[in-house]
């Protein structure tokens, strides 16, 4: 599956989807380097963070931190009121992305119903 498929501008994403696309992502942020690598014959690919990441069948999130080193890569941090709940919104836009969390949505929803 694509990540950025494209007219997907509203998302539900949680820590299991951000850890089952990390190794996408991560190669997305550095494929010329990555490419450049393999290329050379640099030193083997599959001990590289993109190796790891690739490596996993069942990533998880604790998986993917730890091999990152840290959480950021799978985190689903609200925008609004900066809690890291596991699961929300992501608003895609050229500008860059913005996450509602499930209360922070119901909020929303609240204030047009008045
Ligand atoms: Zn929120």
């Given at each position: 599956m694509d990540f950025k498929s494209?007219?997907?501008?509203?998302?539900?994403?949680?820590?299991?989807s951000k850890a089952n696309d990390a190794a996408e992502r991560w190669y997305y942020d550095r494929?010329?380097?990555?490419?450049?690598?393999?290329?050379?014959?640099?030193?083997?690919?599959?001990?590289?963070?993109?190796?790891?990441?690739?490596?996993l069948e069942c990533p998880t999130k604790e998986a993917v931190d730890r091999i990152i080193g840290n959480p950021h890569w799978t985190e689903c941090t609200c925008y609004e009121c900066g809690q890291d709940t596991g699961i929300a919104i992501e608003f895609t836009m050229d500008i860059g992305d913005f996450r509602l969390c499930p209360d922070c949505l119901t909020k929303a929803l609240?204030?047009?119903?008045g």
């Amino acid at each position: 599956m694509d990540f950025k498929s494209e007219g997907d501008f509203m998302n539900l994403i949680t820590w299991q989807s951000k850890a089952n696309d990390a190794a996408e992502r991560w190669y997305y942020d550095r494929s010329t380097l990555i490419n450049f690598a393999k290329n050379n014959n640099f030193p083997d690919i599959s001990t590289s963070i993109y190796g790891k990441l690739s490596a996993l069948e069942c990533p998880t999130k604790e998986a993917v931190d730890r091999i990152i080193g840290n959480p950021h890569w799978t985190e689903c941090t609200c925008y609004e009121c900066g809690q890291d709940t596991g699961i929300a919104i992501e608003f895609t836009m050229d500008i860059g992305d913005f996450r509602l969390c499930p209360d922070c949505l119901t909020k929303a929803l609240e204030k047009m119903n008045g």
